[in-house]
Every structure is written in structure tokens, then in C-alpha cells.
């Protein structure tokens, strides 16, 4: 009986999909192509008769709560978030603060959940007005300092990256650039941890739930009460378009 009921239950939200999208055009961001198709050409025009184009939630994602928390984010928009549990998981242990513990679990962000190219900026601007400033650094430069080996903390070139860019990688000059700069920043270090806890072996039998650092967040992610995405910081239009991905405008 009850396996009847999630049945029909099934049925009914498939057929309600279906007909949402017979109903609507839906096109992607021109980032989302680009480079699949040349982003000067013009796009093909989709058959929009007895149709409306999409200006609000995607009825191919899950819905996302009205006033939604960053952990909220996590559950509908960015898994599979195991990478970043697991490095929150080995900051802690290894002792890190709770603000590095808190920029490990929001360090990648960027490339899970919106755009990949230049992660940690985008990871750092979305969190920017959330965070402490610490959080916001390590985020940023986490993206460079990776390329960059620290003795001092037994951080090595990650040899991952000779599989993935190939042994003759050599970064652009504004990774160098920027790696000066946020080595003799106060806030290296905490760069650097993050980088020394950003996990590249990931173990597929460990398993993380995110409410282990529910707490942490609490202390130091300023949420707002309308919801991320529905406040003024200057990331909020970041936050509505990974709501809302696909709207037209
Ligand atoms: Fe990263
Ligand atoms: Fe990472």
C-alpha cells in the first residue's frame, strides 16, 4: 500500500515536471556553452509558441527553501559535497581554528556549485560578506597557493596536478603575482593550512554529514534572515542565480 502511494507520489511529480516544462523555454548562460559553440554566433531561437520563458526556480532542480541558509545550499545545489567535508573533517583534527575549519568546508564552493574557472575568487566573493576576513583570504588564495610547495608545513606541489595539467604546467603570471603577494600577507598561514587540509586522496569509505559542523557555521557564517540571495550584500545576485541558475533575465 505504501509502495503504491510513493508510486502514484512518483508518477504525479514526473508528470507535473513534464508538464511545467512543456510550458516554459528554458535557456542556458551563454558561460555555460561557451566554447561548445562560439559565443559571437548567434544562438538558434528555441520554439517558444503557447510558451513562457523561465524567470523564477528551475522545476528540474530541487526547490530550495524561501529564505534559504548556506547549508541549504549544500543540500540542493552543491553536492556531492564529500571533498569539502572531508577537508573540514582533517582541519579539525589537525587542530585548526574554527574559522579554518569553516574555510575548508566552504573552499571549493566555487567550482561545485557556480563557475569553475578561478574558484577561490568566486568561493571568496560569495562568502566575503559573511565571513571574517581570515575566511575570506584563505578561500581566495587557496587557489594559487596550491601551485606553490611550503616546506615549512610539509606542503608539496600536489603530484595530482602533474597527472591533471600535465608535468610542464606553469601558471599564469597572475597566479605568481598573486602568490607574492599573499605570502607576505597576515594571513598566509591560514591560507596555507587550508591548502595543507584540502584533501586530494579523497577516502570514498569516510563519510562526513554536514550537520558535524552545523555549530561552526552558526558561530562564524553571518547568516541573513532573508535568506541568502534575498538580502543587499554585495553577493546576493551570486547567491539568486545558483537558486535560480536558468532564469532568462
Ligand atoms: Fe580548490
Ligand atoms: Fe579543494
Redesign the pocket.
Known sequence: MADMTMLAKAEAADHALSAAMDRLVIVKSALYTSGERDPREPLARPDSRGKVHLMGHDPRLSRMPDRPTVLDFFKHRFGPAA??LQ?ARLAQKNGASEKIVLACLL??IGNIGFIRADHGYWAAQLVEPYVDEEVTFAIRY?QVL?FYPDASVGYAYPESYIRLFGADFTPEPYVEREYQYARKHKYYMSARLLTVN???AFDPGLHVELEEFTDIVGRHFRQPGEGLGFDQSPSAHMWRTINWPTRYL
Open positions: 571533498h569539502l577537508s573552499h571549493d587557496h596550491r584540502d584533501l586530494y
